[in-house]
């Protein structure tokens, strides 16, 4: 199981890489690999300014559509165009080119409240 130690996790299996005021979100390759063929990803949230935990998209696979859940309060500033042609790429580099959108966080004290990777390891029993 690939679980990036520069990475911080949230309980509902999505990543966040912190970059200045910047978070890049993705879902977990734990995610990825429950949810199976990843078929469509939907991000109609872009330019909106959404709550931690709030809904921000979905994914879809053959089998099930799942919500996306935004771990910090922000501006979603940017989606992974490449996603809808590509969405494949959530199974096959979910940190890498799988990734989903980037917020302009709003509060840093959530940060705090994200899991490190040895905290998701013990969460999905990895």
């Excluded at 979100?25 to 959404?50: M, P, S």
């Excluded at 859940?69 to 494949?88: Q, V, Y």
Aim: net charge negative; hydrophobic share 40%; no cysteine.
């Amino acid at each position: 199981m690939n679980i990036p130690s520069n990475l911080k996790y949230t309980k509902d299996h999505e990543w966040v890489l912190i970059d200045g005021d910047t978070a890049t979100v993705g879902i977990t390759d734990f995610a990825q690999k429950e949810l199976g063929d990843i078929v469509y990803v939907e991000v109609e949230t872009l330019d909106q300014t959404l709550d931690k935990d709030e809904v921000f998209g979905t994914v879809e696979a053959v089998k099930t559509v799942s919500d996306l859940f935004l771990p910090l309060s922000g501006e979603i500033i940017e989606f992974n165009d490449a996603l809808e042609t590509n969405p494949e790429a959530v199974n096959t580099d979910p940190y890498g080119k799988g990734w989903m959108v980037k917020v302009k966080i709003a509060n840093d004290s959530e940060i705090e409240e994200l899991l490190s990777s040895d905290a998701y390891k013990e969460l999905i029993g990895a």
